[in-house]
T-cell receptor, first 111, second 111 residues
Framework: NAGVTQTPKFQVLKTGQSMTLQCAQDMNHEYMSWYRQDPGMGLRLIHYSVGAGITDQGEVPNGYNVSRSTTEDFPLRLLSAAPSQTSVYFC??????????FGPGTRLTVL | DAKTTQPNSMESNEEEPVHLPCNHSTISGTDYIHWYRQLPSQGPEYVIHGLTSNVNNRMASLAIAEDRKSSTLILHRATLRDAAVYYCILRPQTGANNLFFGTGTRLTVIP
């Protein structure tokens, strides 16, 4: 199993650009989530999904959209990038109320 | 969301035991106590979790106070690979599987 994979590993955007961060898991987990981690801080939940077709907002959802058309994929879309969205983004998956498995992260810089 | 309090940083000598404390005085009766750790430049990884009784696994032990208002993660012999930020997180038994990370404890292991 590859576990949780994220692409790209690094990305630089200009203010106002849009992009999609990809997340995929091959463990058939129902639950998936996106977190962001700012320097020196813990992770904060952006959006999560409890199954295909079901998504909900987390702690810091503004400026981000998600969709879950398949069990495997959970992309995160930045609609109009802002410097405040410079961060490291982590995707995670888990089998319902259980241990979460995190991806390696995407380091995003918005100029 | 129930809050946890951890020291910002701790040091340990290599091959000595490490006791990482966590206070959670507002814990509810149905909250699990989870520990994750984050190695440098990686996503968080699960360490251990428990509800009321002490727990052991291959990575660590978790000692939970009788009143559940505090817990201690025990690494029996610290190695250089254990240098990481350790997060103590309370997770409800029901509802979405969302983790609320604080700033954690940065463990430095001295050779």
């Amino acid at each position: 199993n590859a576990g949780v994979t994220q692409t790209p590993k690094f990305q630089v955007l200009k203010t106002g650009q849009s992009m999609t961060l990809q997340c995929a898991q091959d463990m058939n987990h129902e639950y998936m989530s996106w977190y962001r981690q700012d320097p020196g801080m813990g992770l904060r939940l952006i959006h999560y999904s409890v199954g295909a077709g079901i998504t909900d907002q987390g702690e810091v959802p503004n400026g981000y959209n998600v969709s879950r058309s398949t069990t495997e994929d959970f992309p995160l879309r930045l609609l109009s990038a802002a410097p405040s969205q410079t961060s490291v983004y982590f995707c995670a998956s888990s089998p319902s109320l259980d241990t979460q498995y995190f991806g390696p992260g995407t380091r995003l810089t918005v100029l | 969301d129930a809050k946890t309090t951890q020291p910002n940083s701790m040091e340990s000598n290599e091959e000595e035991p490490v006791h990482l404390p966590c206070n959670h005085s507002t814990i509810s009766g149905t909250d699990y106590i989870h520990w994750y750790r984050q190695l440098p430049s990686q996503g968080p990884e699960y360490v251990i979790h428990g509800l009321t009784s002490n727990v052991n696994n291959r990575m660590a032990s978790l000692a939970i106070a009788e009143d559940r208002k505090s817990s201690t993660l025990i690494l029996h012999r610290a190695t250089l690979r254990d240098a990481a930020v350790y997060y103590c997180i309370l997770r409800p038994q029901t509802g979405a599987n969302n983790l609320f990370f604080g700033t954690g404890t940065r463990l430095t292991v001295i050779p």
